[in-house]
Nanobody, 124 residues
């Protein structure tokens, strides 16, 4: 049974940083691509970043490009999202997810397992 547990969310002032973690279990971590999505109140879930199964390639939503960095640790079976220069519009619940597509994806429908989410709130 795949289990994804996010952590690292919190309250931060605009311009600050947070690092989210997603601990994965119950799967062969190195054979799946992974992604981060977010959902703000009253809005649809949006793509944030994805990383391929080898960790050699990643891509980002335009809104976070240059500020966020996705990475993965194959020893700890953990996915990360380093978020810098945070803005109030980054406020959302952040979810990690696993995809069987090796190259990664920006479509939520390509991801089969999801974590419970972690809240990020950025105040100005």
């Amino acid at each position: 049974q795949v289990q994804l547990v996010e952590s690292g969310g919190g309250l931060v002032q605009a311009g600050g940083s947070l690092r989210l973690s997603c601990a994965a279990s119950g799967l062969a971590f190195s054979t799946y691509s992974m992604g981060w999505f977010r959902q703000a109140p009253g809005k649809e879930r949006d793509f944030v970043a994805t990383i391929n199964w080898t960790g050699s390639n990643s891509y980002y939503a335009d809104s976070v490009k240059g500020r966020f960095t996705i990475s993965r640790d194959y020893v700890k079976n953990t996915l990360y999202l380093q978020m810098n220069s945070l803005k109030p519009e980054d406020t959302a619940v952040y979810y990690c997810a696993v995809s069987p597509y090796p190259g990664g994806s920006d479509k939520g429908t390509d991801f089969g397992s999801w974590g419970q989410g972690t809240q990020v709130t950025v105040f100005s």
